[in-house]
Protein backbone atom coordinates (compact mmCIF):
# COMPACT_ATOMS: atom_id res chain seq x y z
CA UNK A 1 0.00 0.00 0.00
CA UNK A 2 1.68 2.95 -1.38
CA UNK A 3 1.19 6.28 1.03
CA UNK A 4 2.58 9.58 0.20
CA UNK A 5 4.40 9.88 3.36
CA UNK A 6 6.18 7.01 1.90
CA UNK A 7 4.95 4.29 4.56
CA UNK A 8 3.50 1.34 3.79
CA UNK A 9 0.36 -0.31 5.12
CA UNK A 10 -0.12 -3.80 3.92
CA UNK A 11 -2.46 -19.73 15.34
CA UNK A 12 -3.81 -20.60 17.15
CA UNK A 13 -1.98 -22.66 20.05
CA UNK A 14 -0.83 -25.86 18.93
CA UNK A 15 -3.04 -28.56 19.63
CA UNK A 16 -1.58 -31.16 22.21
CA UNK A 17 -2.21 -34.36 24.26
CA UNK A 18 -1.73 -32.89 27.73
CA UNK A 19 0.08 -36.06 29.12
CA UNK A 20 2.67 -36.41 26.32
CA UNK A 21 4.05 -32.98 25.61
CA UNK A 22 3.79 -29.58 26.10
CA UNK A 23 3.48 -27.11 23.23
CA UNK A 24 6.49 -24.72 22.86
CA UNK A 25 6.83 -21.91 23.95
CA UNK A 26 5.68 -19.44 21.38
CA UNK A 27 7.20 -15.69 21.22
CA UNK A 28 4.53 -13.31 22.18
CA UNK A 29 6.21 -10.12 21.48
CA UNK A 30 4.44 -9.36 18.48
CA UNK A 31 1.32 -11.01 19.70
CA UNK A 32 1.42 -8.30 22.66
CA UNK A 33 2.34 -5.48 19.87
CA UNK A 34 -0.55 -5.96 17.83
CA UNK A 35 -2.78 -5.72 21.38
CA UNK A 36 -1.53 -2.17 21.46
CA UNK A 37 -2.02 -1.27 17.73
CA UNK A 38 -4.00 1.95 17.65
CA UNK A 39 -7.87 1.07 17.00
CA UNK A 40 -9.55 2.45 14.33
CA UNK A 41 -11.78 5.67 15.06
CA UNK A 42 -14.17 6.44 12.41
CA UNK A 43 -14.70 10.51 11.73
CA UNK A 44 -18.14 10.77 10.41
CA UNK A 45 -19.37 13.46 8.37
CA UNK A 46 -22.27 14.88 9.68
CA UNK A 47 -24.30 15.93 6.41
CA UNK A 48 -25.75 13.73 3.57
CA UNK A 49 -22.65 13.78 0.83
CA UNK A 50 -24.43 13.88 -3.07
CA UNK A 51 -22.99 11.35 -5.05
CA UNK A 52 -21.99 8.99 -2.41
CA UNK A 53 -20.96 5.64 -3.62
CA UNK A 54 -22.77 3.00 -2.48
CA UNK A 55 -20.22 0.47 -1.15
CA UNK A 56 -19.29 3.44 1.05
CA UNK A 57 -20.55 4.67 4.61
CA UNK A 58 -20.64 7.97 6.72
CA UNK A 59 -16.97 7.79 6.68
CA UNK A 60 -16.74 9.49 3.39
CA UNK A 61 -16.68 13.05 3.12
CA UNK A 62 -16.99 13.63 -0.83
CA UNK A 63 -14.71 16.29 -2.57
CA UNK A 64 -12.07 17.78 0.35
CA UNK A 65 -8.71 19.28 0.08
CA UNK A 66 -5.89 17.04 2.60
CA UNK A 67 -5.62 20.14 4.41
CA UNK A 68 -9.49 19.83 5.19
CA UNK A 69 -8.88 16.22 5.71
CA UNK A 70 -6.45 16.66 8.34
CA UNK A 71 -8.21 18.85 10.10
CA UNK A 72 -10.73 17.00 10.32
CA UNK A 73 -9.04 14.26 11.77
CA UNK A 74 -8.07 16.35 14.60
CA UNK A 75 -4.43 14.49 15.20
CA UNK A 76 -6.14 11.10 16.59
CA UNK A 77 -4.28 8.33 16.42
CA UNK A 78 -6.03 6.04 14.26
CA UNK A 79 -9.00 8.20 12.70
CA UNK A 80 -9.83 8.08 9.70
CA UNK A 81 -11.90 9.41 6.62
CA UNK A 82 -12.60 8.79 2.96
CA UNK A 83 -12.63 11.83 0.49
CA UNK A 84 -12.57 11.81 -3.35
CA UNK A 85 -9.71 13.75 -4.85
CA UNK A 86 -10.20 17.37 -5.82
CA UNK A 87 -7.58 17.11 -8.62
CA UNK A 88 -9.05 13.62 -9.98
CA UNK A 89 -12.56 13.49 -9.19
CA UNK A 90 -13.76 9.73 -8.71
CA UNK A 91 -10.34 8.66 -7.40
CA UNK A 92 -10.85 8.26 -3.61
CA UNK A 93 -8.72 8.45 -0.80
CA UNK A 94 -8.58 6.72 2.77
CA UNK A 95 -6.80 9.81 5.28
CA UNK A 96 -5.59 7.99 8.17
CA UNK A 97 -3.32 9.27 11.09
CA UNK A 98 -0.83 7.21 12.50
CA UNK A 99 2.63 8.12 14.11
CA UNK A 100 1.81 11.69 14.16
CA UNK A 101 0.94 12.28 11.03
CA UNK A 102 -1.55 11.94 8.23
CA UNK A 103 -1.44 9.19 5.42
CA UNK A 104 -3.39 9.30 2.21
CA UNK A 105 -3.41 5.73 0.54
CA UNK A 106 -5.15 5.61 -2.68
CA UNK A 107 -7.86 3.44 -2.25
CA UNK A 108 -9.85 1.06 -4.72
CA UNK A 109 -12.83 -1.24 -4.72
CA UNK A 110 -13.79 -4.43 -6.86
CA UNK A 111 -16.34 -6.16 -4.61
CA UNK A 112 -14.26 -5.71 -1.81
CA UNK A 113 -11.72 -2.69 -0.63
CA UNK A 114 -7.73 -2.49 -1.12
CA UNK A 115 -5.18 -0.17 -1.19
CA UNK A 116 -2.85 -3.13 -2.27
CA UNK A 117 -2.55 -6.74 -2.17
CA UNK A 118 -4.93 -8.04 0.61
CA UNK A 119 -8.77 -7.39 0.14
CA UNK A 120 -11.27 -6.62 3.10
CA UNK A 121 -15.27 -6.35 3.29
CA UNK A 122 -15.53 -3.34 4.85
CA UNK A 123 -13.26 -0.20 5.27
CA UNK A 124 -13.12 -0.97 9.01
CA UNK A 125 -11.38 -4.18 8.70
CA UNK A 126 -8.73 -2.44 6.45
CA UNK A 127 -7.89 -0.16 8.81
CA UNK A 128 -7.40 -2.07 11.20
CA UNK A 129 -5.69 -4.57 9.56
CA UNK A 130 -3.45 -1.65 8.41
CA UNK A 131 -2.73 -0.08 11.84
CA UNK A 132 -1.76 -3.10 12.89
CA UNK A 133 0.52 -3.89 10.42
CA UNK A 134 2.09 0.03 10.55
CA UNK A 135 2.29 -0.06 13.99
CA UNK A 136 4.20 -3.48 14.62
CA UNK A 137 6.67 -2.87 11.28
CA UNK A 138 7.60 0.77 13.14
CA UNK A 139 7.98 -0.93 16.63
CA UNK A 140 9.66 -4.21 15.34
CA UNK A 141 11.38 -3.80 11.78
CA UNK A 142 14.66 -4.84 13.16
CA UNK A 143 13.29 -7.70 15.22
CA UNK A 144 11.10 -8.68 12.50
CA UNK A 145 14.13 -8.65 9.75
CA UNK A 146 15.96 -10.71 12.38
CA UNK A 147 12.79 -13.47 12.83
CA UNK A 148 14.41 -16.07 10.56
CA UNK A 149 17.84 -16.23 11.85
CA UNK A 150 17.12 -18.76 14.21
CA UNK A 151 14.14 -20.86 13.67
CA UNK A 152 12.72 -23.73 15.91
CA UNK A 153 11.94 -25.34 12.45
CA UNK A 154 15.45 -26.37 12.13
CA UNK A 155 15.91 -27.71 15.63
CA UNK A 156 12.37 -28.72 16.84
CA UNK A 157 13.75 -29.33 20.13
CA UNK A 158 10.57 -29.30 21.39
CA UNK A 159 9.27 -32.28 19.32
CA UNK A 160 12.60 -34.59 19.97
CA UNK A 161 9.83 -36.55 23.05
CA UNK A 162 7.78 -37.19 20.77
CA UNK A 163 9.44 -38.67 18.12
CA UNK A 164 10.37 -42.24 19.36
CA UNK A 165 6.49 -42.98 20.31
CA UNK A 166 5.01 -40.80 17.27
CA UNK A 167 6.97 -43.32 15.07
CA UNK A 168 6.41 -46.27 16.83
CA UNK A 169 2.72 -45.56 16.07
CA UNK A 170 3.05 -44.29 12.56
CA UNK A 171 5.43 -48.10 12.20
CA UNK A 172 2.51 -50.29 13.06
CA UNK A 173 0.87 -49.81 9.79
CA UNK A 174 4.10 -51.72 7.70
CA UNK A 175 2.37 -55.00 8.09
CA UNK A 176 -0.92 -53.80 6.48
CA UNK A 177 0.45 -52.10 4.02
CA UNK A 178 3.27 -49.16 2.75
CA UNK A 179 2.00 -46.39 4.03
CA UNK A 180 3.29 -44.51 6.77
CA UNK A 181 1.38 -41.29 6.85
CA UNK A 182 -0.95 -40.16 9.77
CA UNK A 183 -3.65 -42.47 10.30
CA UNK A 184 -7.41 -40.65 9.51
CA UNK A 185 -8.93 -41.97 12.86
CA UNK A 186 -10.09 -39.13 14.15
CA UNK A 187 -9.07 -39.82 17.86
CA UNK A 188 -5.41 -40.36 17.41
CA UNK A 189 -3.08 -38.67 19.36
CA UNK A 190 -0.63 -38.50 16.42
CA UNK A 191 -3.87 -35.82 14.56
CA UNK A 192 -3.29 -33.70 17.77
CA UNK A 193 -0.20 -32.69 17.31
CA UNK A 194 1.11 -29.54 15.02
CA UNK A 195 2.33 -30.57 11.30
CA UNK A 196 5.86 -29.41 12.69
CA UNK A 197 6.08 -32.03 15.22
CA UNK A 198 4.38 -34.21 12.19
CA UNK A 199 7.25 -33.83 10.29
CA UNK A 200 9.99 -34.22 13.01
CA UNK A 201 8.03 -37.96 13.55
CA UNK A 202 7.88 -38.66 9.64
CA UNK A 203 11.42 -37.76 8.88
CA UNK A 204 12.65 -40.24 11.73
CA UNK A 205 10.52 -42.86 10.27
CA UNK A 206 12.90 -45.42 8.52
CA UNK A 207 9.32 -46.28 6.46
CA UNK A 208 9.51 -43.32 4.90
CA UNK A 209 10.59 -42.60 1.45
CA UNK A 210 12.59 -39.72 1.26
CA UNK A 211 11.16 -38.11 -1.73
CA UNK A 212 12.59 -34.41 -1.62
CA UNK A 213 9.06 -31.98 -2.23
CA UNK A 214 8.56 -28.59 -2.03
CA UNK A 215 5.73 -27.11 0.27
CA UNK A 216 2.89 -26.07 -1.12
CA UNK A 217 1.96 -22.51 0.46
CA UNK A 218 -0.98 -20.78 -0.24
CA UNK A 219 -2.02 -17.04 1.74
CA UNK A 220 -4.17 -18.12 4.16
CA UNK A 221 -6.19 -16.37 6.70
CA UNK A 222 -5.96 -17.67 10.21
CA UNK A 223 -8.81 -17.47 12.59
CA UNK A 224 -8.20 -16.63 16.10
CA UNK A 225 -4.31 -16.06 16.91
CA UNK A 226 -1.66 -17.92 14.96
CA UNK A 227 1.90 -18.21 15.75
CA UNK A 228 4.52 -19.19 12.71
CA UNK A 229 5.75 -22.67 12.75
CA UNK A 230 9.19 -21.84 11.40
CA UNK A 231 10.09 -18.75 13.77
CA UNK A 232 7.85 -19.32 16.66
CA UNK A 233 6.79 -15.97 15.87
CA UNK A 234 3.14 -14.25 16.14
CA UNK A 235 1.37 -14.35 12.37
CA UNK A 236 0.00 -10.88 12.75
CA UNK A 237 -2.54 -9.06 11.09
CA UNK A 238 -6.46 -9.29 10.40
CA UNK A 239 -6.61 -11.16 7.35
CA UNK A 240 -3.94 -12.77 4.95
CA UNK A 241 -1.54 -13.44 7.72
CA UNK A 242 0.52 -16.26 6.61
CA UNK A 243 0.80 -19.01 4.17
CA UNK A 244 -0.19 -22.56 4.42
CA UNK A 245 0.72 -25.18 2.88
CA UNK A 246 -2.19 -26.84 1.29
CA UNK A 247 -0.07 -30.16 1.36
CA UNK A 248 1.04 -30.75 4.73
CA UNK A 249 -0.78 -28.00 6.53
CA UNK A 250 2.46 -26.09 7.42
CA UNK A 251 1.84 -22.94 8.88
CA UNK A 252 4.27 -20.37 8.21
CA UNK A 253 5.12 -16.55 7.99
CA UNK A 254 5.45 -15.11 4.44
CA UNK A 255 8.96 -14.19 4.31
CA UNK A 256 9.17 -17.48 6.58
CA UNK A 257 8.25 -19.88 3.67
CA UNK A 258 10.95 -18.76 1.87
CA UNK A 259 13.34 -20.64 4.14
CA UNK A 260 11.30 -23.61 4.66
CA UNK A 261 13.72 -26.71 3.14
CA UNK A 262 11.79 -29.09 0.43
CA UNK A 263 11.14 -31.75 3.19
CA UNK A 264 7.12 -31.16 2.81
CA UNK A 265 5.38 -34.52 4.44
CA UNK A 266 2.07 -34.06 2.72
CA UNK A 267 -0.97 -35.33 5.12
CA UNK A 268 -3.58 -37.76 3.50
CA UNK A 269 -6.46 -35.82 5.33
CA UNK A 270 -5.28 -33.21 2.70
CA UNK A 271 -4.88 -34.66 -0.58
CA UNK A 272 -8.61 -35.37 -2.00
CA UNK A 273 -7.80 -37.48 -4.81
CA UNK A 274 -5.77 -39.50 -6.91
CA UNK A 275 -5.63 -38.18 -10.18
CA UNK A 276 -4.61 -35.23 -10.98
CA UNK A 277 -2.21 -35.01 -8.26
CA UNK A 278 0.83 -34.13 -8.14
CA UNK A 279 2.74 -37.26 -8.54
CA UNK A 280 5.54 -36.58 -5.57
CA UNK A 281 2.84 -35.24 -3.07
CA UNK A 282 0.63 -38.87 -3.84
CA UNK A 283 3.44 -41.22 -3.52
CA UNK A 284 4.51 -39.17 -0.35
CA UNK A 285 1.27 -38.47 1.25
CA UNK A 286 0.95 -42.74 0.83
CA UNK A 287 4.91 -43.37 1.40
CA UNK A 288 5.00 -45.37 -1.30
CA UNK A 289 8.20 -45.36 -3.87
CA UNK A 290 5.40 -44.90 -7.00
CA UNK A 291 1.78 -44.15 -7.14
CA UNK A 292 -0.34 -47.01 -6.18
CA UNK A 293 -2.25 -46.39 -8.72
CA UNK A 294 0.65 -47.35 -11.25
CA UNK A 295 1.12 -50.27 -9.12
CA UNK A 296 -2.33 -51.71 -8.98
CA UNK A 297 -3.22 -51.19 -12.69
CA UNK A 298 0.46 -52.98 -13.58
CA UNK A 299 -0.06 -55.64 -11.96
CA UNK A 300 -3.19 -56.29 -12.72
CA UNK A 301 -2.45 -55.80 -16.63
CA UNK A 302 0.42 -58.50 -15.92
CA UNK A 303 -1.91 -60.73 -14.29
CA UNK A 304 -3.89 -61.55 -16.87
CA UNK A 305 -3.30 -59.02 -20.12
CA UNK A 306 0.05 -59.30 -21.06
CA UNK A 307 -1.08 -61.10 -24.67
CA UNK A 308 -4.24 -59.06 -25.21
CA UNK A 309 -3.85 -57.55 -28.86
CA UNK A 310 -3.18 -54.36 -29.18
CA UNK A 311 -2.64 -54.01 -25.40
CA UNK A 312 -2.57 -50.01 -24.69
CA UNK A 313 -3.11 -49.47 -28.77
CA UNK A 314 -7.15 -50.27 -28.10
CA UNK A 315 -9.03 -48.25 -26.42
CA UNK A 316 -11.75 -49.15 -23.66
CA UNK A 317 -15.45 -47.82 -22.96
CA UNK A 318 -14.78 -43.95 -22.21
CA UNK A 319 -17.26 -44.59 -19.16
CA UNK A 320 -15.65 -47.37 -17.66
CA UNK A 321 -12.14 -45.83 -17.92
CA UNK A 322 -13.68 -42.66 -15.86
CA UNK A 323 -15.62 -45.07 -13.44
CA UNK A 324 -11.80 -47.00 -12.52
CA UNK A 325 -10.51 -43.70 -12.03
CA UNK A 326 -12.82 -42.00 -9.57
CA UNK A 327 -13.00 -45.84 -7.76
CA UNK A 328 -9.62 -44.77 -7.55
CA UNK A 329 -9.88 -41.33 -6.38
CA UNK A 330 -12.73 -42.69 -3.57
CA UNK A 331 -11.24 -45.59 -2.51
CA UNK A 332 -7.59 -45.84 -2.74
CA UNK A 333 -5.27 -48.68 -2.79
CA UNK A 334 -8.89 -50.41 -1.98
CA UNK A 335 -10.24 -49.96 -5.29
CA UNK A 336 -11.32 -53.33 -6.92
CA UNK A 337 -10.19 -53.62 -10.52
CA UNK A 338 -10.33 -57.15 -10.95
CA UNK A 339 -11.40 -59.04 -13.94
CA UNK A 340 -14.87 -59.99 -12.47
CA UNK A 341 -15.93 -56.00 -12.35
CA UNK A 342 -13.80 -55.06 -15.32
CA UNK A 343 -13.56 -57.66 -17.59
CA UNK A 344 -12.06 -55.69 -20.47
CA UNK A 345 -8.40 -55.38 -19.85
CA UNK A 346 -8.10 -52.57 -22.11
CA UNK A 347 -10.26 -50.65 -19.34
CA UNK A 348 -7.29 -51.00 -17.15
CA UNK A 349 -5.03 -49.91 -20.02
CA UNK A 350 -6.90 -46.99 -20.29
CA UNK A 351 -7.10 -45.86 -16.84
CA UNK A 352 -3.10 -45.95 -16.63
CA UNK A 353 -2.68 -44.20 -19.83
CA UNK A 354 -5.10 -41.22 -18.33
CA UNK A 355 -3.22 -41.18 -14.98
CA UNK A 356 -0.51 -40.19 -16.72
CA UNK A 357 -2.14 -37.65 -18.95
CA UNK A 358 -3.95 -36.11 -15.88
CA UNK A 359 -0.52 -35.26 -13.89
CA UNK A 360 0.07 -31.59 -13.30
CA UNK A 361 3.70 -32.48 -14.30
CA UNK A 362 4.50 -35.09 -16.20
CA UNK A 363 6.58 -38.12 -15.85
CA UNK A 364 8.82 -36.38 -17.60
CA UNK A 365 8.93 -32.91 -16.13
CA UNK A 366 8.19 -29.92 -17.95
CA UNK A 367 11.97 -28.78 -17.11
CA UNK A 368 13.65 -31.38 -18.52
CA UNK A 369 11.54 -31.94 -22.07
CA UNK A 370 13.59 -29.88 -24.20
CA UNK A 371 16.88 -31.81 -22.81
CA UNK A 372 15.15 -34.86 -23.82
CA UNK A 373 13.91 -34.06 -27.59
CA UNK A 374 17.63 -32.93 -27.89
CA UNK A 375 18.95 -36.03 -27.26
CA UNK A 376 16.46 -37.61 -29.32
CA UNK A 377 17.95 -35.45 -31.88
CA UNK A 378 21.12 -37.09 -31.87
CA UNK A 379 22.22 -39.30 -34.98
CA UNK A 380 24.91 -41.34 -33.59
CA UNK A 381 23.32 -43.96 -31.34
CA UNK A 382 25.51 -44.47 -28.76
CA UNK A 383 25.75 -40.58 -27.77
CA UNK A 384 22.56 -40.41 -27.85
CA UNK A 385 21.91 -43.08 -25.30
CA UNK A 386 24.25 -41.50 -23.19
CA UNK A 387 22.55 -38.21 -23.35
CA UNK A 388 19.34 -39.73 -22.85
CA UNK A 389 20.50 -41.33 -19.39
CA UNK A 390 22.41 -37.93 -18.63
CA UNK A 391 18.77 -36.06 -18.87
CA UNK A 392 17.49 -39.13 -16.76
CA UNK A 393 19.55 -38.15 -14.06
CA UNK A 394 18.31 -34.96 -13.91
CA UNK A 395 14.26 -35.97 -13.28
CA UNK A 396 13.03 -35.80 -9.68
CA UNK A 397 13.08 -39.02 -7.70
CA UNK A 398 9.83 -40.27 -7.62
CA UNK A 399 9.05 -39.22 -11.52
CA UNK A 400 12.45 -41.55 -12.09
CA UNK A 401 11.43 -44.65 -10.05
CA UNK A 402 7.77 -44.52 -11.77
CA UNK A 403 9.56 -44.42 -14.96
CA UNK A 404 11.85 -47.23 -14.32
CA UNK A 405 9.21 -48.84 -13.39
CA UNK A 406 6.60 -48.73 -16.29
CA UNK A 407 9.62 -49.25 -18.77
CA UNK A 408 10.22 -52.51 -16.99
CA UNK A 409 6.55 -53.52 -17.42
CA UNK A 410 6.23 -52.13 -20.88
CA UNK A 411 9.70 -54.19 -21.87
CA UNK A 412 7.72 -57.25 -20.44
CA UNK A 413 4.69 -56.24 -22.86
CA UNK A 414 7.11 -56.25 -26.00
CA UNK A 415 8.18 -59.84 -25.14
CA UNK A 416 4.87 -61.12 -26.19
CA UNK A 417 4.80 -59.33 -29.41
CA UNK A 418 3.74 -62.41 -31.54
CA UNK A 419 0.52 -62.63 -29.35
CA UNK A 420 -0.34 -58.73 -28.75
CA UNK A 421 1.73 -57.59 -31.70
CA UNK A 422 2.83 -54.21 -29.49
CA UNK A 423 6.59 -53.69 -29.80
CA UNK A 424 9.06 -50.55 -28.67
CA UNK A 425 8.23 -48.55 -31.45
CA UNK A 426 4.51 -49.24 -30.70
CA UNK A 427 4.33 -48.30 -27.57
CA UNK A 428 6.37 -45.61 -28.26
CA UNK A 429 3.63 -44.16 -30.47
CA UNK A 430 1.05 -44.79 -27.08
CA UNK A 431 2.96 -43.29 -24.75
CA UNK A 432 5.11 -40.82 -26.32
CA UNK A 433 2.45 -37.96 -26.06
CA UNK A 434 1.32 -39.45 -22.76
CA UNK A 435 4.08 -39.36 -20.61
CA UNK A 436 5.64 -36.23 -22.31
CA UNK A 437 4.35 -32.58 -23.18
CA UNK A 438 6.08 -29.37 -24.11
CA UNK A 439 5.89 -26.64 -21.22
CA UNK A 440 4.07 -24.20 -23.60
CA UNK A 441 0.89 -25.45 -24.59
CA UNK A 442 1.57 -25.65 -28.48
CA UNK A 443 -0.04 -27.56 -31.05
CA UNK A 444 2.69 -26.49 -33.56
CA UNK A 445 5.32 -28.06 -31.02
CA UNK A 446 3.51 -31.00 -29.75
CA UNK A 447 2.94 -31.93 -34.08
CA UNK A 448 6.68 -31.54 -34.48
CA UNK A 449 7.78 -33.35 -31.47
CA UNK A 450 5.72 -36.32 -31.39
CA UNK A 451 8.54 -38.56 -33.38
CA UNK A 452 11.16 -37.29 -30.82
CA UNK A 453 8.97 -38.37 -28.30
CA UNK A 454 8.05 -41.48 -30.03
CA UNK A 455 11.69 -42.36 -30.07
CA UNK A 456 12.52 -41.44 -26.58
CA UNK A 457 10.09 -44.17 -25.47
CA UNK A 458 11.33 -46.36 -27.22
CA UNK A 459 14.59 -46.00 -26.57
CA UNK A 460 13.95 -46.13 -22.85
CA UNK A 461 11.85 -49.53 -23.27
CA UNK A 462 14.43 -51.29 -25.66
CA UNK A 463 17.14 -50.16 -22.89
CA UNK A 464 15.23 -50.48 -19.77
CA UNK A 465 18.00 -52.41 -18.40
CA UNK A 466 21.34 -50.27 -18.89
CA UNK A 467 19.54 -46.71 -18.63
CA UNK A 468 17.84 -47.19 -15.11
Known amino acids: MAASSNSSLSGSSVSSDAEEYQPPIWKSYLYQLQQEAPRPKRIICPGEVENRPKYYGREFHGIISREQADELLGGVEGAYLLRESQRQPGCYTLALRFGNQTLNYRLFYDGKHFVGEKRFESIHD ?201 AFDRDGEKADISASIYPDINIITGALKLYFRDLPIPIITYDTYSKFIEAAKISNADERLEAVHEVLMLLPPAHYETLRYLMIH ?59
Not at 154 to 163: N, V
Not at 449 to 456: A, C, E, F, G, V
Request: hydrophobic share 35%; net charge positive.
Open 126 to 326: LVTDGLITLYIETKASEYISKMTTNPIYEHIGYATLLREKVSRRLSKSKNESRKANVPNEEHTAVEKISSLVRRAALTHNDNHFNYEKTHNFKVHTFRGPHWCEYCANFMWGLIAQGVRCSDCGLNVHKQCSKHVPNDCQPDLKRIKKVYCCDLTTLVKAHNTQRPMVVDICIREIEARGLKSEGLYRVSGFTEHIEDVKM
Open 410 to 468: LKKVTLNEKDNFMNAENLGIVFGPTLMRPPEDSTLTTLHDMRYQKLIVQILIENEDVLF
